[in-house]
């Protein structure tokens, strides 16, 4: 069985082979995330006019062009290589399971096209969700602190995350619920046990990747 290393480093090949269009503006969260500072850290540098980029018309949030941050990146000796993680769509698993949790996070880690996180409890996700800005959820219906639907109607709520597909996995609920979480903003439900394959191709179609 191929160690943790051996595994990152295919993940990391694919990563740089994929295709997809490089992405043109970062957050400030971003930013932080590719150049491995503190969040403050790229907020100060913006602010002093050390880090150049714009604020969203109408609101504080603050965004970076990625040719800014690839000068402010050359100007204090930060690999530019991180920002190969930028090709990677980023997604949240969010299920108290370990096993489906791990299972998932192991073949989506292994596909390369992916950047993952997770979430064991609806709070946990709603955290993660704010600094982590994933374009996919995969959301359990039945979470230890709350449903489902609840987490899907709170993210629907905030046009911040307009952006986000979120994909429901459940075998507990009827076509009713199904129904009424399609109508809360979930984009697709999966009933378990779901093969694997289904999942990552109902997150490629979602995402329109290749």
Same mark, same amino acid.
């Given at each position: 069985m191929p160690d943790d290393s051996q595994r990152q480093t295919k993940t990391n090949n694919r990563a740089a082979k994929s295709d997809r269009v490089t992405k043109k503006v970062f957050s400030t969260g971003d &930013?932080?995330?590719?150049?491995?500072? !503190?969040?403050q850290t790229i907020i100060r540098c913006f602010d002093s006019g050390r880090l150049e980029g714009f604020r969203v018309p109408g609101s504080r949030f603050r965004r970076i $062009?990625?040719?800014s941050l690839i000068k402010f990146m050359r100007e204090n000796d930060i690999p530019l290589d991180l920002l190969e993680e930028t090709n990677?769509?980023? @997604?949240?698993?969010?299920?108290?399971?370990?096993?489906? @949790?791990?299972?998932?996070?192991?073949?989506?880690? =292994?596909? /390369?096209?992916?950047?993952?996180?997770?979430? !064991? !409890? /609806?709070?946990? &996700? /709603?955290?993660? +969700?704010?600094?982590? =800005? $994933?374009?996919?959820?995969?959301?359990?219906y039945m979470l230890p602190d709350v449903n489902g639907?609840? @987490?899907?109607? +709170?993210? =629907?709520?905030?046009?911040?995350?307009?952006? #986000?597909?979120i994909i429901i996995v459940s075998g507990v609920i009827n076509q009713d619920e199904i129904d009424a979480l399609l109508k809360q903003g979930a984009d697709a439900y999966l009933k378990?046990?779901?093969?694997?394959?289904?999942?990552?191709?109902? #997150? &490629?179609?979602?995402?329109?990747? /290749?």
């Open positions: &930013a932080a995330a590719i150049c491995k500072i !503190s969040q $062009p990625r040719d990677r769509s980023k @997604v949240l698993v969010v299920d108290d399971d370990p096993e489906i @949790v791990e299972l998932i996070v192991d073949v989506l880690e =292994r596909d /390369g096209r992916f950047e993952v996180r997770t979430a !064991s !409890s /609806g709070y946990d &996700a /709603g955290v993660i +969700t704010q600094e982590f =800005r $994933p374009d996919v959820m995969i959301l359990d639907n609840v @987490v899907c109607r +709170t993210i =629907r709520q905030n046009p911040t995350f307009g952006h #986000m597909k378990k046990p779901f093969s694997i394959d289904d999942l990552v191709n109902k #997150m &490629a179609e979602l995402l329109t990747l /290749g």
